[in-house]
């Protein structure tokens, strides 16, 4: 398995402002992927984010709105950019560890006014 | 294009009413199908990975088991401490996974 951590757990955000958001994993993964769940809703993969190489967007994302670093194995990080009240979400930060199944971070749950 | 349906939406249990919950996809090439029980504001925590149609896997009240087309979790006398939503999912050989919406379930005392 894996330890996710997630920063911040929540905020409250005015809206045209950015956020960064920080996950740690406990091990070294190479697949780390981030999800966004809007409210009463199922997860949507947003990015997966390799160390040494660029975040690959799914469709509907892209990099300016969503940028995401990958300095290492075990930390990564997702901004969310010049946010909208549409944009209130959780965002989740989620790893393959060895084992081959996928693990959650607690999330960060995100409300813009 | 790989999918996954939950069904029902949502159910309502008393406690220690067995039921089940159906997850039903279609995939170009199954690599493994997922469990997880997500409580509310939190995320999804691991249950179960099933890989191949005939497999079981059991977690206290929790039983998963797996088909061609399918995927139950049987939830056994239920306790109110089970309410979550339970979300399935597939990974393909493309090493892509795709959720269901979920089921959530609420247990009553």
């Known amino acids: 398995s894996a330890v996710i951590s997630q920063k911040p757990s929540r905020d409250i955000c005015q809206r045209g402002t950015s956020l960064t958001i920080q996950c740690q994993v406990d091990s070294q993964v190479t697949m780390m992927f981030w999800y966004r769940q809007q409210p009463g809703q199922s997860l949507t993969l947003i990015a997966t984010?390799?160390?040494?190489?660029?975040?690959?967007?799914e469709s509907g994302f892209v990099i300016d709105k969503f940028p995401i670093s990958r300095p290492n194995l075990t930390f990564s990080t997702l901004t969310v950019s010049n946010m909208s009240p549409e944009d209130s979400s959780i965002y989740l930060c989620?790893?393959?560890?060895?084992?081959?199944?996928?693990?959650f971070g607690e999330g960060s749950r995100l409300t813009v006014l | 294009e790989d999918q996954v349906t939950q069904s029902p939406e949502a159910l309502r249990l008393q406690e220690g009413e067995s039921s089940s919950l159906n997850c039903s996809y279609t995939v170009s090439g199954l690599r493994g199908l997922f469990w997880y029980r997500q409580d509310p504001g939190k995320g999804p925590e691991f249950l179960f990975t099933l890989y191949s149609a005939g497999e079981e896997k059991e977690k206290e009240r929790l039983k998963a088991t797996l088909t061609k087309k399918e995927s139950f979790l049987h939830i056994t006398a239920p306790k109110p401490e089970d309410s979550a939503t339970y979300l399935c999912a597939v990974l393909d050989y493309g090493q892509n996974f795709v959720f269901g919406p979920g089921t959530r379930l609420s247990v009553l005392p």
């Open positions: 984010a390799n160390q040494g190489s660029e975040a690959t967007y």
């Open positions: 989620s790893v393959v560890p060895n084992t081959g199944e996928l693990f």
